[in-house]
T-cell receptor, first 115, second 111 residues
């Protein structure tokens, strides 16, 4: 199993450009998450999807959109990139079954720079 | 805003010593988790402790939770150079796995 995979690993955008970050998991997990990590800080939740077909905002959703394409894939889109979106983006997944607590499994991250 | 604050921000020790890092949080939680992040990598789960548990062990790791003080500690015993990493606590307020991460402790273990 590959676990959680993310593409691309690195990306440089100009202000105003758009792009989509891809995430896929092969663990048959129900929930998926997008986080951003800025220097010297912990991760902050952007969006999450508790199950296929549902998405919800996290702590810092402004400037982003998401799509839960199917159970395996959860993409994050920046419609008009801004320098403030320069960050490392992590995707994660979790089995998420009612009444059960599980760890989150993280991808390797996408390092995005917006100039 | 960050839910958790870790203390210290950075810790430097010698191999064989114990490392203790602390996490304080602001609101009631359902469970608390600790993660490790090696430089330039994703996070790896270490241990989960539920709100009704006070202590949990996993190998060289010992986690305590004091819900009355809204704090947790992670103890790594007999540290190794390979333990060099950043350590984050993350709280889950409602059990839905919407984790809120602390700012992390950078641990350096020197041979």
């Amino acid at each position: 199993n590959a676990g959680v995979t993310q593409t691309p690993k690195f990306q440089v955008l100009k202000t105003g450009q758009s792009m989509t970050l891809q995430c896929a998991q092969d663990m048959n997990h129900n929930s998926m998450y997008w986080y951003r990590q800025d220097p010297g800080m912990g991760l902050r939740l952007i969006y999450y999807s508790a199950s296929e077909g549902t998405t919800d905002k996290g702590e810092v959703p402004n400037g982003y959109n998401v799509s839960r394409l199917n159970k395996r894939e959860f993409s994050l889109r920046l419609e008009s990139a801004a320098p403030s979106q320069t960050s490392v983006y992590f995707c994660a997944s979790n089995p998420l079954r009612t009444g059960q607590f599980y760890e989150q499994y993280f991808g390797p991250g996408t390092r995005l720079t917006v100039t | 805003s960050q839910q958790g604050e870790e203390d210290p921000q950075a810790l430097s020790i010698q191999e064989g010593e114990n490392a203790t890092m602390n996490c304080s949080y602001k609101t009631s939680i359902n469970n608390l988790q600790w993660y490790r992040q090696n430089s330039g990598r994703g996070l790896v789960h270490l241990i989960l402790i539920r709100s009704n548990e006070r202590e949990k062990h996993s190998g060289r790791l010992r986690v305590t939770l004091d819900t009355s003080k809204k704090s947790s500690s992670l103890l790594i015993t007999a540290s190794r150079a390979a333990d060099t990493a950043s350590y984050f606590c993350a709280t889950d307020a409602r059990g839905f796995q919407k984790l809120v991460f602390g700012t992390g402790t950078r641990l350096l273990v020197s041979p």
